[in-house]
């Protein structure tokens, strides 16, 4: 634990002040009084001393009694910047409740909202994240080395940055200098679903102008008020940065998240192999649709060969292209397809219709690894004629067109298939592609179906039994994969720790979760589930040679004796070790009360 103690061995009358005024150390009403009148914070509240059960029931009551989740969104901010232990120790026991309101589908409200919102979240003074605009350009090691990541603690620097430019936020568009929202809320379930420390946690946004006219016209807007810079700008801009970042924080992982797809492909290939980065909407969410996809094939495979799947994606952007790709590697590696005859399983649907090499138009770079050229000169304009033409067994949406899997289309799976697999995976659930109420009906319950944000469950009415949806969000990849590269310290993220997260995910499912043909683990449990999918990358980290953390490869070296037969391993001692490294609110002794009452005695 940080040492709060002077030379002397007693708090100074500085760190005192500093603890009272800290909402990560004060612990405000559950002070007792001895440790009231040390710190001088008797009289500023009430003489009542509560436990941290009552505080946080208190606080429940209140969060539950305001009307719209918006509301709910701001009162969650306010308690995270005011007392930060009782926030995560909401949180982490609510996973299920308070996640919606922190991330999707809440946060794109918030995000939309934000230039209206941001400065009623926390006290003055108090920052959401690190803004870096175009104007910061001379000064951007300056900032970021003056930039005191909230709740402060300066002998503690930041492990994980998650940063946007807000050119693509969910599947909301250009939101400009709004998104902050999003590594806001990303990082808050690290801290929550994989034990990152709250006060090494760095959401940034960059500010390169933007072409959301409502925000250009909207007399509250809070950032650039100009159209967005070109792309010899942006990719100038966005090196000076990752370079500047990595000069204050050598160590920083750096997760890229919500650019625009074009831009979001070629960062990634820019900085993948140097730099300590992951992207979250083409590693992220590939992975966790990767893992969703080998328990839907696992369902199904009675009645479909796993290599026999035919797979459309409605979506060519960033997320439709990266979750293509990560579902190559399960034929490749579980089913020794080559890339060639993988990829021929795959067909991407984009506005214009089927993505085929000789449609006439100019196709956008990353959408031509998967452009058909076996479709004989035919073009397919519209998603209906596509699944005609293809009769896919999966249907994946990630076009940001809520309900656009209408009635009709819901029902032609049906036909095609005995289960057919339908994930409408758009963010948020205005978003998604189609409801789990309406794939369950169209296909007489018969749907396998993952959306990107949870959808209630459905009871069917004439059974009267209950049906679960999948909810295939990164959030089940991105926090244990940044944790286990925090703590193996690769030095890239490779394909394979993230195959190993996806498939780590996949088979982290308990027999209940099984038995209710779940495919995906609970999110009450996603804490244990982080620290598995942690352990996985760890393993594949150091079986590539490229870990360099030495507790950590002597460890793995020790714990899986026979690295290559791994599979199916559960690595328990690694998954204990990483368990013991993830923050908690309660595990530690924050300061020292006896030392805090000997001074003010003095
Ligand atoms: O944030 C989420 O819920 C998933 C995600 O990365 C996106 O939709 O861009
Ligand atoms: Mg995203």
């Known amino acids: 634990m940080p040492n709060h103690i002077n030379g002397k061995g007693h708090y100074n009358a500085e760190k005192i002040e500093s603890i009272a005024r800290s909402p990560y150390l004060n612990q405000g009403t559950t002070t007792p009084h001895s440790i009231r009148n040390a710190l001088h914070t008797a009289g500023l509240s009430p003489s009542a001393v509560e436990t941290a059960d009552q505080q946080k029931k208190r606080a429940l009551i209140q969060l539950r009694s305001k009307s719209s989740n918006l509301e709910k969104y701001i009162f969650l901010a306010w308690l995270r910047n005011t007392n930060v232990r009782l926030f995560y120790r909401i949180v982490i026991s609510e996973l ?8 999707t589908p809440t946060v794109g409200t918030a995000c939309v909202e934000y230039s209206h919102i941001s400065p009623f979240l926390a006290p003055p003074g ?18 970021i080395k003056n930039y005191r990541p909230y709740p402060f603690d300066v002998s ?8 946007t430019d807000g050119s693509r936020i969910l599947g909301l568009g250009d939101l400009g200098v709004n998104g902050m929202g999003i590594p806001v809320g990303k990082l808050q ?10 006060r090494r946690t760095l959401p940034i946004t960059i500010d390169l102008g933007t072409n959301n006219e409502k925000n250009l016209n909207d007399e509250f807007y809070l950032g650039l008020r100009k159209r967005r810079v070109d792309d010899n700008e942006f990719y100038s801009f966005v090196d000076a940065v990752i370079k500047s970042l990595i000069k204050v924080y050598p160590e920083l992982l750096i997760q ?17 192999e140097n730099t300590f980065c992951f992207n979250d909407d083409i590693q992220g969410t590939g992975a966790v649709v990767l893992s969703g996809f080998i328990n839907a094939v696992k369902l199904v495979e009675k009645d479909v060969h796993p290599t026999k799947h035919r797979l459309l994606f409605f979506g060519a952007g960033s997320a439709g292209v990266g979750v293509a790709k990560q579902l190559l590697e399960f034929f490749k590696i579980e089913h020794g397809m080559s890339e060639e005859e993988a990829k021929k399983l795959v067909w991407l649907v984009d506005t214009k219709g089927l993505v085929t090499l000789d449609r006439g138009d100019k196709l956008a770079k990353h959408k031509i690894y998967f452009a058909r050229d076996d479709n004989n000169g035919s073009q397919f304009k519209t998603l209906e004629e596509a699944i005609e033409y293809v009769k896919p067994t999966a249907l994946v949406g990630l076009s940001s067109t809520g309900g656009v899997f209408n009635e009709k289309i819901i029902n032609r799976m049906a036909e095609l298939n005995k289960n057919p697999i339908i994930f409408p995976l758009s963010n948020p659930m205005v978003n998604a592609e189609c409801t789990f109420e309406a794939a369950m009906k169209g296909t007489d319950n018969r749907v396998i179906f993952a959306s990107g944000t ?12 209950t049906k679960y949806p999948g909810q295939g969000n990164n959030m089940y990849i991105f926090p244990g994969l940044g944790l286990g590269a925090i703590l193996a310290k690769p030095k890239s993220i490779t394909d394979r720790q993230i195959y190993a997260s996806a498939s780590t995910l996949a088979t982290s499912l308990t027999e209940k979760e099984k038995s209710l043909e779940l495919l995906y683990p609970v999110v009450s449990r996603i804490r244990h589930v982080s620290a598995q999918v942690a352990a996985a990358v760890i393993v594949e980290a150091v079986d590539e040679g490229l870990a360099r953390d030495e507790q950590i490869i002597k460890m793995v070296q020790n714990d899986c004796k026979e690295l290559k037969t791994r599979q199916g391993k559960k690595w328990d001692n690694l998954v204990k070790f990483v368990q013991e490294n993830m923050w908690d609110p309660d595990s530690e002794k924050f300061f020292n009360s006896e030392e805090i009452i000997g001074k003010s005695r003095m």
Not at 96 to 103: D, F, G, K
């Open 189 to 198: 379930l690290y801290v929550a679903a994989a034990g990152i420390d709250p």
């Open 156 to 163: 503690l620097t930041p492990q994980i940055a998650v940063i």
């Open 256 to 272: 890229f998240e919500d650019f625009s797809s074009e831009h979001a492909f070629d960062l990634l290939t820019k900085y993948r």
């Open 126 to 143: 108090i920052p959401d994240g690190l803004y870096l605009s175009l104007n910061d350009r001379p000064n951007l090691t300056q900032i």
């Open 96 to 103: 299920e409740e308070i996640t919606p309101l922190i991330y």
């Open 454 to 465: 949870a959808f209630p469950a459905y009871t069917v009415p004439k059974t009267g039994k």
